[in-house]
């Protein structure tokens, strides 16, 4: 496993075909093309050693390794977002509680597409 591959982009991809069950949509909503998409999917397989997502009624759904991992980077996203909240306001980390008090794998209290140009880069939320 080489986590140097790891990255946001690469975690966002992998909730939003979570959340959506489709590639294509999570490349229209993240604003990738599905070629990137598919790419970022395929080192998450190669890390994992596992499909994650198998076509079932024309929707990608988890497997259990996949499922197992959905938290954890649920957690890194929630984590991230912490950590930038804090560079652009350090007093705001007095007020959020940790990602792992009020993650699960059924609800996400923070919407990954809020993100304005992952693709290029930029990290600003709307």
């Known amino acids: 496993?080489?986590?140097?591959?790891?990255?946001?982009?690469?975690?966002?991809?992998?909730?939003?075909?979570?959340?959506?069950?489709?590639?294509?949509?999570?490349?229209?909503?993240?604003g990738l093309s599905n070629s990137r998409v598919s790419r970022r999917l395929g080192v998450l397989r190669e890390m994992f050693q596992d499909e994650l997502f198998v076509r079932r009624n024309r929707r990608q759904v988890a497997t259990g390794r996949a499922k197992e991992f959905l938290p954890l980077c649920q957690d890194m996203i929630a984590n991230f977002?912490?950590?930038?909240?804090?560079?652009?306001?350090?007093?705001?980390?007095?007020?959020?509680?940790?990602?792992?008090?009020?993650?699960?794998?059924?609800?996400?209290p923070w919407h990954p597409i809020g993100y304005v140009g992952l693709a290029k880069g930029s990290l600003q939320s709307k």
Request: glycine share 2%; hydrophobic share 40%; charged share 20%.
């Open 81 to 108: 977002e912490s950590m930038q909240a804090l560079c652009m306001n350090p007093a705001s980390h007095l007020s959020r509680p940790r990602p792992s008090t009020f993650m699960n794998s059924q609800q996400l």
């Open 1 to 30: 496993m080489n986590l140097k591959e790891l990255d946001l982009q690469t975690l966002t991809i992998f909730c939003e075909l979570h959340r959506l069950g489709s590639a294509s949509k999570v490349a229209k909503k993240l």
